[in-house]
């Protein structure tokens, strides 16, 4: 990496030639070198095509012709002409190279003068190319706001600003990566948040050494958990509603966004938060908490409807008469086990054939595929109609909740589950839940502090109450 001055210094010409040769600008076609002469002064401006609002730069070189002054030289010249002369929303004088080179890769206009010494102006005209903020596709309502997160910071933070009009809303810009400098914005409520954890995670961001973020917030996530791959759980929350992530501040969190990225960081999340979606707080209370219960059921039904059903099936002794259904009158050719993982990794092979499917043909190939496969394998004899079936409860049950890392984890332990029920039948099943159990228990957050079961453990009846069920607002 080349190592160059920290400071421009006051002559013109050595500081377009730093310029030039720090951005490149005769490798670049989209980086815009403008050279202006006003009279008897030179100017030069450095922008990206692309990033540069059109007309405002028009206006603004036509503005610039009008003058007659730009600068003595001095120290502070470059300051004093920004504030009498420049018509700009966001103008900003520094003698700082670095800075001047960051402004001008993320959209700004760098300005130089021959009269403004040791400085020069940032002049902010940026537009980015961004989507509609439509809803979420991963994470819908039925009754509800349908703007959604996009892939520009500043609109993202505006959505936030929108619902919460309070002035304790701290919006902290910080820039990580040391290739992409990517910029992030965290973001609290003064007085509700941890102070001390927010000061942790703004230092824990500020001193990551990592070359770039260009996967936005998979890319934060990696850098800021501890590498325990072993352990499936999710320890961030992600969401891409602005409400969601509204509510989530008012209640103290911390959210992280990062540019690029449509996903706002929860931070801190324990498991127990999972249980939460935003169509619950659309619904009166009691319909809000019959949903969650409903949802803490059918979820942890997924984990253990298989390896019980195998285990049973190990053992027909144990099923009462008028549980006798469940033992498959087709057994198939196959092992029941492994007609179990053999399903298992189908369905995750028809979600990634829908997932790479046009979106004209997804939904038919991805139902019509399924039903196809499935019923070609019980006429030719390969599974079970039993097997068809759980698999297919299984499968549905998974959307129960958006994050799609829980679901895969919940996924490993059913897998596990049925592995262990497998090779030590009763105690194998047991052992399994105790470990599942545990991988839960063990696994840490973010700030390291709070526990992953929070508030189970520590116990807080009050908090673990308001996550289990709806609350209706009191005055």
Partial sequence: MEIFPEKLTASFDENVALMDRLLRVESSFDLIRRPMQVGNTRLMMYYIDGFIQGPSMQKLMMHLLTLKDFGDGKTGAAERFAEENVPAVEVEATESVDQLILMTLSGCCAFLSEGFGAGALIIDLRTYPAREACEPENDRVMRGSRDGFVETLIFNTAMIRRRIRDTSLTVRYINVGSSSRTDMALIYMDGKADSGYVQQLTEKLQNLQTDSLVLGHQSVAESLIPRSWWNPFPKIRMTERPDAAAASLLEGSIILLC??????????????????????????????SYLRILRLFVFGATVVLTPLWYLLLQHPAWIPAWLSVIVPQDPGALPILAQLILVEFALDGLKLAALNTPNMLSNSLSVVGGL??????????????????????VGIANFTQSSYVLGYAFKYLRLMLLLLTALFDVWGFAAGCVLSVVLVAVNKTVNGKRSYLYPLIPFNGRALSRLLLRRGKTN
Avoid: C, K
């Fill in 259 to 288: 540019d690029n990225s449509p996903e706002a960081m929860i931070f801190p999340t324990s498991f127990f938060d999972f249980l939460q979606e935003t169509d619950d707080f659309y619904f009166p209370p009691l319909t809000g």
């Fill in 372 to 393: 196809l496969l499935g019923d070609f394998a019980v006429t030719v004899g390969w599974l079970s109609p039993d097997v068809i079936l759980y698999m297919a409860f």
